[in-house]
């Protein structure tokens, strides 16, 4: 009975061990945004627990474990996720495979914001191989839709 209050928070700490995982160099280009996605269900699914504050704090989470600057990822996510709380209404009753174009959008905003506060704190340049984790993860929202519900439903978590 207890453990559907750890549903969220686990999946959340999950994502957040997948998006620092050591990859090889040619995969690393293609790592999914795998906190932008959990965090776009979990505000879709239930936007009164999810929403831009639990947003935020994963992003310091995010910024402390990728060595930014504190304050990018945060600003980021919580930008994205509140264009999905929002929107959330309209998003649910779109099919998976339209919520997977929403989520590249959502993704491509994100590296975009990301990029944009780099781009002031630092002098980086943009390059386009910024944006393949934005297909990736148009790829897998669909899958970890299904296994975000599936737990959802069997943990019963409201």
């Known amino acids: 009975m207890q453990s559907r209050f750890y549903v969220i928070p686990a999946s959340l700490l999950i994502a957040l061990v997948l998006q620092i995982m050591p990859l090889p160099i040619e995969a690393d280009l293609y790592r999914p945004d795998w906190v932008l996605i959990v965090l776009a269900y979990w505000s879709m699914a239930l936007p009164n627990r999810v929403n831009v ?3 935020f704090i994963t992003g310091l989470a ?4 990728l060595g930014t600057a504190i304050g ?3 600003f980021a996510l919580s930008v ?3 264009v999905l709380v929002a929107n959330y209404q309209r998003l649910r009753n779109y ?3 339209q919520q997977a174009i929403v989520i590249g959008l959502l ?5 975009l914001l990301v990029f944009w506060l780099q781009h002031l704190l630092t002098d980086i340049y943009f390059l386009f191989d910024y944006l393949w984790p934005t297909f990736t993860s148009m790829l ?3 899958w970890i839709f299904w296994l975000l519900r599936k737990s ?4 019963r978590v409201t």
């Open 140 to 142: 897998l929202w669909p």
């Open 62 to 65: 995010m910024d402390i474990l």
């Open 53 to 55: 504050g639990i947003a």
């Open 107 to 111: 993704s491509a905003l994100y590296h």
């Open 72 to 74: 990018i990822h945060s």
């Open 80 to 82: 994205s996720v509140w």
């Open 152 to 155: 959802r439903r069997q943990f």
């Open 95 to 97: 099919s998976v495979w």
